[in-house]
């Protein structure tokens, strides 16, 4: 966690992966990303209908594989048994739908890698967070995440029981926020700032408030160097490449 405090280099997340490269939240996606050298992964998280949490972004399986309807009334066999890298090209034909404990195993190769875990917002957000923390926890990877979610309630419920870390976002992405002092916001290490959103101001609101401002998803270089003016250190980015490369520079 320590590179999070260090304003001297830019920290670049791969957002589900090297998402504009490979399809999102495969894990291959991901074993990209980490041997290019990003600093952290973002994934999403559901849970089947069995109970078990996996990794992908949507509702419904219906974008980012070959079948239909929602995650949760699908078992993990159901899952597994979906094409998850066909949609994006055909030499991604055969990627399946990770698990989380899938994913853990590949972590195991890159430990200094940190883990940005978005909890998807929903009717399971509660038990997906008990279970991937308890499943993280295992690994003894608590202390290389930072936990996202949209929903306020279940973020501030990750804050206040568990004492971990958290990116939330701010009020006009969060619908259902609570702000000010004794609000969602004092339960936020860092606001995860988007880049239609960005301004100089809006950074150093929360940076004042003592929570981290990071971006996403500057992809560009104009962006990545709009993003450090802002005094943006953690940028969450679908391409990794101008990232990578400006923070040579800086
Ligand atoms: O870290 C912010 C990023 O995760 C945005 O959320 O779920 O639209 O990818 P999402
Ligand atoms: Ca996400």
């Known amino acids: 966690m320590k590179r999070l405090q260090d304003n001297a280099s830019i920290v670049v997340a791969a957002h589900r992966g090297w998402k504009s490269e490979y399809p999102e939240n495969t894990l291959l996606a991901f074993k990209e990303a980490m041997e290019l050298g990003v600093d952290m992964v973002e994934f999403d998280l559901r ?3 069995d109970r078990t949490v996996v990794v992908i972004h949507d509702e419904t399986v219906d974008r980012t594989t070959d079948g239909t309807g929602n995650v949760r009334d699908l078992t993990l066999a159901e899952l597994k048994r979906l094409d998850a890298g066909g949609w994006f090209g055909r030499a991604f034909e055969g990627l399946k739908i990770p698990t ?3 994913l853990c195993e590949l972590l195991q190769a890159y430990p200094n890698v ?3 875990v978005e909890i998807k917002s929903g009717p399971d957000a509660k038990a997906t967070a008990d279970q991937a923390i308890a499943a993280l926890d295992a690994y003894g990877y608590l202390s290389r995440c ?3 979610c949209f929903d306020a309630e279940w973020l501030g419920y ?4 568990y004492g971990l870390k958290t990116q939330g976002f701010p009020e006009e992405v969060m619908h259902n926020f609570v702000s000010g002092e004794n609000g969602t916001y004092s339960k936020m290490w860092a606001a995860g700032i988007s880049m239609k959103l960005l301004t100089p101001q809006l950074a150093k609101r929360f940076e004042d408030m003592g929570v981290q401002a990071w971006s996403y ?3 560009d ?3 990545v160097f709009y993003s450090l003016g802002c005094g943006i250190r953690v940028m969450t980015v679908n391409d990794p490449l101008p990232a990578l490369k400006i923070r040579k520079l800086v």
């Open 217 to 219: 998803c500057p992809d």
């Open 221 to 223: 270089d104009e962006q």
């Open 158 to 161: 990750i804050h206040d029981t």
């Open 114 to 116: 940190l883990l940005n």
């Open 47 to 49: 849970m089947s209908k």
């Open 100 to 102: 989380l404990e899938e």
């Open 146 to 148: 930072v936990f996202t």
